[in-house]
């Protein structure tokens, strides 16, 4: 009897307690729907679904104007998000400054943002992103960039939502002796500006995002997983590196990118996010 009493105790206990443990906490993944911008043109709806069934957690959208994501009303939208089970996360948008930065209307500038804003905030974004800029011929005019980005920081930041800034490969080339990439980083307030940090543009500029991680602890709450095609398939980018690389890094967020697809845009998302569940 007593070897009864102590064979379930061996077994059901461990048991037990096993089954008291949380479950493991599924990998965030959101996807930027310029990845499926094909798919979208044809079946907005059925390819949200599509994401949502292979796994990402949400979206960053790519299709703001005047008012409305992909022609829909920013609750509109949020809805046809959040029936998928996904989140509306972020959405990239922009307003450049004229040419010649200093001769900018800035009252007509300042009133497209605020209505931006409140698109973005009635959609349940919860970070607005401005996907690239011109490339400035001086620092002065590189400044004016700087504190245009802190001011929209700033309004963001009382509307409730993180502003940022989303790199390509021009930031890394020189501007009066001065990296470009560099010097924004330096010149904008990190309370009101954060920057997301495109990995594989950041190589094709001759960097390592790693390194950057470790100069500017803190600067990069997102990330664009991106490679020349699909994800993986170039060699080109260290994600296994960087991937070890975000807790020390502080990102908060990880969006899958597809730019150039060699398949139907569906299939390259996933097999993208499939890759990158192998290195993480």
Known sequence: MKKVVLLLTTVVIPMIAMACQPAAEKQEMYIQLY????????????????????????????????????????????KAIEATGMKVLSSHTQRRLADEPSKTD??????????????????????????????????????????????????????????????????FQKIEDQLMYDYMLKNTDPSKVFFQMDVYWVVRGGYSPVEYFTTYPGRFEHLHLKDHKELGQSGMVGFDAILKSVKVADVKKMIVEVEKYTMDPMESVRVSYEYLKTVQ
């Open 35 to 78: 990845s499926i911008r094909d798919a979208i043109k044809q079946d907005f709806h059925g390819s949200v679904k599509k994401l949502a069934a292979i796994g990402f957690t949400g979206i960053e959208a790519a299709g703001y104007s005047d008012g409305q994501f992909y022609g829909m009303s920013p609750a509109d939208f949020r």
């Open 106 to 171: 800035w009252q007509a500038v300042w009133s497209w943002w605020d209505q931006a804003i409140k698109a973005h905030k009635e959609a349940g974004m919860s970070y607005l992103v401005v996907p690239s800029m011109p490339v400035p011929k001086t620092l002065a005019d590189l400044k004016i960039y700087c504190d245009y980005y802190n001011e929209i920081g700033r309004r963001c930041n009382e509307a409730g939502i993180r502003f940022g800034y989303h790199n390509h490969s021009f930031e």
